[in-house]
């Protein structure tokens, strides 16, 4: 099959699959009308899938007619609560909800995939799944879909993910040996004193006074604590505390993120800030406690599959549309619960036109992505996995 031609001939058929999930955003955990639209349409091209997968997602299965491996693609496909700000004939008309992170593209580039993939299915060696993966903004769907043993059955050898990057012009991608994005972890610390009146301090523990040495002192976990040469990020983006002005505050509650790039690092900069916190509120005579919710782990790329895919990017857009990502992203991605588990790769797709000013950045009520990005993603995707499939 001339899959570049193929392309070309689905490529009016898949913007009018993503101008309607433009239309019809979804928030994480409620993506009820776009999980019936990816049934409908692997259901309509006669592809294998299993329905309400981590409740909302769906697994496309191509089972080529001879033996191999198996490898998988993820597309998420989920919305953000952000309106959008853009004047298109097809934008949202769910209130309040945007596909301003690209996920509508996303899903349809695997939609497309999919698609040319079954119509090869003859001449296949090994087998291809399609995680379309709800809730990557909110709950990390990804290891639902995982604890749910979705990569079993067959077991996938190799997998692939994208994201659609305005900054990068539509035509050119972007690639990262190594660490790609950042694990990120939420945390609250809360901290005890003791209350009294404004007129007789000696009283009191004041919480306000013992939450300024501690955001203070948290200042040089990363500063003096970490490599400069390794990249930390601590953010305290919440405080609360008092009732009244003449009261000293008897409780303090700060809460931020913490951004790391490695397990070892991450592990490290927890017991750090937790020591910072406890020891500081003790000189003053308080209580402090750290609590975390743990968020995604760090995603972190496959440097064979990286090169498969350089391979393919050059051979197909030439070398000078494929760079190289020189440090990695702070932001995080739950593809990395699929990379803890299966050998495989991330990168950024250009989406962007300069030309036309859609430059605006993901996670932005502006944000306007060139469709010609969708043959570059199905292009892409297919070619690789055919790679991979033949390792």
Known sequence: MDIEKRVDDLFGELVDIRRDFHK?????????RTHEKICEYLEKWEIEHIKNVAKTGVVAIIRGKKPGKTVGARADIDALPIKELNDLEFKSLNKGVMHACGHDIHTTIHLGVAKILKDMEE????NIKIFFQPAEETIGGAKQM??????????VDYILSLHVMPYLDVGKIQLKQGKMNAATNEFSIKIKGKSSHAAYPEESVDAIVISGYIITALQSLVSRNISPLNSVVLTLGKINGGTKNNIITDEVIISGTLRTLDEDTRLFAKKRLKEIVENTANVYGGEGKVHFEEGYPALINNDEVVNILQD????LLGKDNVEFKEFPSMGADDFSYFLEKVKGAYYNLGCGNKSKGWTAPIHNGNFIADEECIKVGVLLQTKALLKLLNI
């Open 24 to 32: 019809y955003p979804e928030l994480s955990e409620e993506e009820y």
């Open 123 to 126: 001449n296949i060696c090994g």
């Open 146 to 155: 995982i604890d749910e043993g979705y990569l079993q059955n067959p077991d």
């Open 312 to 315: 393919t990017a050059e051979n």
